[in-house]
């Protein structure tokens, strides 16, 4: 990157990056004035609608195997998506909920277990706060420090999410009717424990909408597989298999309404020592995921769509994770970042600037308005299908492989990380790897560490967060 680059993305002064990070219409936008203007934005509704489509089923996957309910993922991810594309870094990422945060909120909620009002209130106050810092983060230009994490712990990370992803819903992907706790050990036995409400209906449906997904990506990214497959099962549970006790999302959550515009102020500070700790913990938590995981995206997303324009700017990112992470759970939803997958998909499908993010959110809202009374009665055992495949795809063979190879050092960095992550929770697996590697690198590591800041760019065509880049989405 040259000198000229380098002075636009960090500013000669702190005065000079607040002008910038503030102007919601700046060098992003330049590709939708080349050629012919009117195709441009068909190229950008086109993109905004297939992600859109592609994001509804998933929002609500994610919210609830975080313990919230669906229609808070619909319109957070709408709402962040609306946000990044105005104030974010990169022309070409999509906003939203990630597989990565799902066991932060998740574990945030289950510290109110009986009262999930005030489990969201403190999701709110912990947002706000790490919302401030990553804004902090992106006007101090320190960008370019998550580039250090190495490759190793990143991947090991990955498979760590995955596992407790692939648990969070496996009550409901057996028919589960009785609620298993929150931790792999707890999900575990719980199921053991119920066995007896086994129902071969929930199976049959998760295991279909897996297959459908998969298949369907497979012939083509402009399929919106995962509604496709919601369609699917919900036709299955309205029809042929009505009356046979199979659970819907209104069972568990009701009505899914659809007025979106709730404003759900944060939790009170407690000046207590064991509330201080856990909002600190995981006001930590929720800013490393957003930094690593968006400058990560917006990493692949300019090298996936071949851009020779402005660069995507990673402390103009920081800014708008910032804003997205302020704002956002204010507005009943909870912290979002970029979205690896569906960024893939809005690039691959014609996707060219933010406007493709900005009409994304319009559009989501729009059509889950409409699907509504439709998707409150989606089984939940086809929410456990999407999961599944979200699991499964969030892990690349050639990851994997080529932490493995990189020296023994980074391969045992990889597997501690995803068995802490299991085992205890992400940040203790994550900050605990950070710490072994900082103490242990040089004596250990016998990776080159002129190549420090690419460990955590991942191989061509093989990034993703919740599914597969090369098929365009999950």
């Not at 009262?115 to 709110?124: D, E, K, M, S, Y």
């Not at 999407?386 to 190879?405: C, G, H």
Request: glycine share 10%; net charge neutral.
């Amino acid at each position: 990157m040259n000198s000229n680059i380098d002075n636009q993305q960090t500013g000669s002064s702190l005065w000079d990056r607040i002008k910038l990070f503030l102007n919601p219409f700046d060098q992003r936008y330049e590709d939708l004035k080349r050629g012919k203007i009117p195709l441009n934005i068909l190229r950008d509704f086109t993109a905004g609608l297939i992600v859109a489509m592609v994001a509804i089923p998933l929002a609500m996957g994610f919210a609830m195997a975080s313990g919230l309910r669906p229609e808070q993922g619909i319109v957070g991810g709408a709402i962040a998506g609306l946000i990044g594309a105005l104030f974010g870094g990169s022309k070409y990422q999509v906003y939203g909920p990630t597989a990565a945060y799902i066991p932060i909120i998740a574990a945030m909620m289950a510290l109110y277990p009986d009262n999930p009002a005030q489990g969201h209130a403190f999701l709110v106050l912990a947002s706000l706060l790490s919302g401030l810092i990553l804004a902090g983060m992106g006007l101090a230009a320190l960008g370019r420090l998550v580039a250090l994490v190495p490759h190793s712990i990143v991947v090991g990370f990955t498979i760590g999410i995955a596992i407790v992803i692939g648990t969070s819903m496996l009550g409901d992907a057996i028919g589960l009717k009785t609620k298993i706790g929150y931790s792999f050990a707890a999900k575990v036995t719980g199921i053991w424990e119920h066995a007896g409400e086994f129902s071969m209906y929930a199976v049959v449906l998760t295991l279909l909408t897996f297959a459908v997904t998969k298949y369907l990506l497979k012939l083509s990214m402009f399929i919106p597989a995962p509604l496709i497959a919601l369609g699917i099962g919900f036709a299955l549970a309205s029809t042929v298999w009505s009356g046979k006790d199979i659970t819907l999302l209104a069972d568990k959550y009701g009505s899914i309404p659809t007025d979106f515009w709730i404003f759900t102020p944060p939790m009170e500070i407690q000046w207590d020592a064991a509330f201080l700790l856990n909002l600190a913990y995981f006001v930590l938590a929720i800013v490393f995921v957003a930094a690593v995981e968006s400058l990560l995206c917006s990493r692949m997303g300019d090298r996936l769509a071949d851009n020779r324009g402005t660069p995507y700017n990673p402390n103009k990112e920081l800014w708008g994770q910032g804003i997205v992470n302020f704002v956002v759970p204010l507005l009943n939803g909870f912290p979002h970042t970029g979205a690896l997958a569906r960024t893939a998909t809005n690039i691959k499908v014609g996707g060219m600037s933010p406007l493709a993010g900005i009409l994304k959110c319009f559009l989501k809202l729009a059509m889950a308005a409409y699907l509504a009374s439709y998707l409150e009665r989606v089984p939940m055992a086809c929410i456990a299908g999407i999961l599944l495949f979200v699991a499964t795809a969030m892990v690349k063979p050639a990851e994997v492989k080529t932490a493995w190879q990189q020296s023994k050092f980074h391969a045992s960095l990889m597997v501690y990380t995803a068995v802490m992550v299991v085992v205890t929770d992400f940040l203790i697996g994550v900050l605990s790897a950070l710490l072994i590697y900082g103490a242990l690198f040089k004596f250990l590591d016998k990776h080159d560490e002129a190549s420090a800041s690419e460990n955590v760019e991942l191989p061509e065509s093989q990034e993703t967060d919740e599914g597969s880049t090369s098929n365009g989405v999950a």
